[in-house]
C-alpha cells in the first residue's frame, strides 16, 4: 500500500495576521471589500499581494498592470530576500508610526511602504543588468508617490518612510538596517562628479523632515540628524546633528532613535 508523505503548510505569521485583519475590515467596512478582496484575500501570499499592489500602483498606459505583475512575481520568485525586506519594513513601521494600527494598512494605504518596495523591484531589475526597466520603475514610483529612489542605490531592511513625500535616494547612496526618516529627506551629491558620490547612513538612524544630507560622507549608526538640517560632513556614530550646516548637538539621547522615533533635541 502506498503511504503518501503529510503535506505541511508553511507557517507565515504576518501574513495570516494581514488576512484576519482583512476579514475584520470587511465586516466592519463592506463598502471596501472590493479592493480588501483583491488587494489581499485573493492572494494565497504575502508575496503574491504585494506584486499585485505594486503593479496596480507602478501600472500606466506604457506599461500594463500583468507586465508588472509578472515581473514582480518573478523577482519574488528568484530572490527571497525582497519579501523579507519587505516583511521587515512592514513590522518596523507597524512598531513605529502610532498612525498604523494594522499589518495591512501600510500594504494599501502607506505610499511610503510601497515606494521602498516598488525601489527594491527596482534594484533587483538593477543587479540583473535589466536598467531601462530598473529605470521605468523609478520614474513611476517618482510620479505615483513622490519618492525618488535610484535602482543602483542600497537599502537594507527594517526602513520607514513616514509621510513618504518628496524623498531623494541618489544612486551611489547606502542605507543601512532599521534607518527611519521623514518627508523631505535628500541624499544627495554636491556636484556633477560621477563616482561615489551620495551620503552613507549607518544602522539605526533617525533623519528628521526636510534634512538634507549631501556628499559622499558616513553618518554613524544609531545617530539622529534633525529635522531641516544640511549635513556635510561625516557624523560619528550615536550623536545629535542639527543646523544649517549642522553641527554636533550632543548625544543620540538613546540606544535605538530610529526606533524610538524621538526628535527632541532636549532628550
Known amino acids: 500500500m502506498a503511504h503518501l508523505k503529510p503535506s505541511i503548510s508553511e507557517v507565515d505569521p504576518i501574513w495570516h495576521r494581514i488576512c484576519d485583519e482583512a476579514e475584520e475590515a470587511i465586516a466592519a467596512e463592506p463598502l471596501m471589500g472590493g479592493l480588501i478582496h483583491s488587494g489581499i484575500l485573493h492572494h494565497q501570499t504575502f508575496e503574491g499581494a504585494l506584486a499585485y499592489r505594486l503593479s496596480m500602483k507602478l501600472a500606466s498606459s506604457e506599461m500594463s498592470e500583468q507586465i508588472l505583475r509578472e515581473i514582480a512575481d518573478a523577482a519574488y520568485m ?3 530576500s525582497l519579501a523579507a525586506a519587505a ?3 512592514l ?11 494594522r499589518f495591512m494598512q501600510p500594504i494599501l494605504f502607506f505610499k511610503g511602504f510601497q515606494a521602498v518596495q516598488s525601489y527594491r523591484l527596482g534594484h533587483w531589475l538593477w543587479q540583473n543588468n535589466r536598467r531601462d526597466l530598473a529605470y521605468f520603475v523609478q520614474m513611476r514610483v517618482s510620479e505615483m508617490f513622490g519618492v525618488d529612489i535610484h535602482p543602483a542605490a542600497r537599502i537594507g531592511k527594517g526602513i520607514m518612510i513616514d509621510h513618504a513625500h518628496s524623498v531623494v535616494v541618489g544612486e551611489t547612496a547606502v542605507v543601512g538596517d532599521n534607518v527611519s ?7 544627495g551629491g554636491t556636484g556633477k562628479e560621477d563616482d561615489d558620490r551620495h551620503p552613507k547612513i ?5 533623519i528628521g523632515a526636510g534634512a538634507k544630507v549631501l556628499g559622499n560622507i558616513k553618518i554613524g549608526h544609531c545617530s539622529r540628524i534633525a529635522a531641516g538640517s544640511v549635513v556635510l560632513e561625516e557624523v560619528p556614530p ?7 550646516p549642522a553641527k ?4 543620540a539621547g538613546c540606544s535605538q532613535p530610529s526606533i524610538t522615533m524621538d ?5
Not at 526618516?181 to 541624499?187: D, F, P, Q
Not at 554636533?248 to 548625544?251: A, N, W, Y
Open 87 to 89: 516583511r521587515a519594513d
Open 78 to 80: 528568484a530572490d527571497p
Open 238 to 244: 550615536m550623536k545629535t546633528v542639527a543646523g544649517v
Open 248 to 251: 554636533i548637538v550632543g548625544e
Open 202 to 206: 549607518g544602522d539605526g538612524v533617525l
Open 91 to 101: 513590522v518596523a513601521i507597524y512598531d513605529r508610526d502610532p498612525a498604523c494600527h
Open 263 to 267: 526628535q527632541l533635541l532636549g532628550n
Open 181 to 187: 526618516m521623514l518627508h523631505s529627506v535628500t541624499l
